[in-house]
């Protein structure tokens, strides 16, 4: 098995590529950090940057879970804390949980088919090769 | 300038910019984001200036804010207005928001207009209807004055509840778009 190394050929834009899948993928990183229990904002930007290769805007992430506490999918309470001033923790609700069990299944399903597509291009066979430059099929096979 | 200063600063012009939110909303926040630099500031060691810098723009934050809760609301919704509002919010965000807004107009001036034609048929029945003339489609909906004695109207009566469905759909059809395209919006507004 042989390791395909291309150069990219310009045109496009796989940074911004990459910024719009995460930008789709945050809401549901959010809830996924409240997943074992309750956390504030500062803990959960810690917490994705640890976990996932999401690293936010610190202020990013505020008027995200602001959003999803109002779609009832969090709910928030203040609690006092040793650093001297309370901080606002969030936890799934009931609904928040559902909809994340129905997030991950969809991403997983997804996510799933594009490995099974992207597998070629990922860890080519010397078949993939050739198929892929057919100059290589006549320097091997020169008539 | 003091680092207390900075953040009462910050925290003020942050105040203004969620004008359009309720008093317990806003302190809501505020409180919040307080707490979020003196937390980050007192974890990483950086000065409460630099978490401040970190946050970027208050106009920026608040804007972040507000387009969030408004677009999230609009897309619960199915009051024409409400969805408007939160068309035009898209709108300023880039072409893809324009063209939704746009839409969102024709979809319900149609649809809104096709209603009203429908309601108007047996007030005004000369003047509404769908006219053809040599077999060709002409107009449709009212006229003043009435189209001249060349032009067929082929509907009759059948216009009221054609009218009535056609508009129905369109107006059902724009406000399904319009919630949809908010939905998807909402997720490509976070900063990274």
């Known amino acids: 098995m042989a390791k395909l190394r291309a150069q990219p050929s310009g045109g496009d834009q796989p940074d911004r590529w990459e910024a719009q899948l995460r930008k789709g993928a945050v809401e549901m990183a959010a809830l996924a950090s409240l997943w074992r229990g309750r956390l504030y904002g500062l803990e959960i930007i810690r917490f994705l940057e640890n976990h996932s290769a999401l690293a936010l805007a610190e202020g990013t992430i505020y008027p995200i879970l602001n959003r999803l506490k109002a779609e009832g999918l969090l709910t928030s309470e203040w609690v006092e804390a040793e650093a001297g001033h309370p901080r606002k923790y969030y936890s799934l609700t009931e609904a928040g949980r559902e909809r994340l069990g129905l997030m991950a299944q969809a991403w997983v399903g997804f996510s799933r088919g594009l490995s099974r597509l992207l597998e070629p291009v990922l860890y080519p066979t010397d078949q993939d090769l050739s198929a892929a430059i057919p100059e290589l099929k006549h320097e091997e096979n020169p008539q | 300038m003091t680092a ?189």
């Open chain 2, 4 to 192: 207390e200063f900075e953040i009462d600063n910050y925290l003020d012009a942050l105040r203004l910019h969620l004008g359009p939110l309720t008093i317990a909303e806003r302190e809501e926040i505020v409180r919040e984001i307080e707490a979020h630099v003196r937390d980050a500031a007192e974890q990483s060691g950086a000065s409460l200036g630099t978490v401040v810098a970190r946050l970027g723009p208050a106009k920026s934050l608040a804007s972040q804010y507000r387009d969030g809760l408004l677009i999230g609301k609009a897309s619960r919704s199915i009051s024409p207005l409400v969805l408007l509002r939160g068309a035009l919010r898209l709108a300023t965000k880039g072409a893809s928001g324009i063209l939704v807004f746009f839409l969102a107009v024709f979809g319900y001036a149609l649809g809104g207009g096709l209603v009203l034609t429908a309601l108007v048929k047996p007030i005004l029945p000369a003047n509404t209807g769908m006219w053809f003339h040599d077999r060709q489609f002409a107009s449709f909906g009212v006229q003043f004055p009435p189209p001249e004695s060349h032009m067929h109207e082929v509907l009759g009566w059948w216009y009221i509840p054609l009218a009535l469905t056609a508009g129905s759909l369109t107006l059902l059809f724009t406000t399904w778009a319009i919630r949809r395209s908010l939905r998807v919006s909402r997720r490509w507004q976070a900063r990274l």
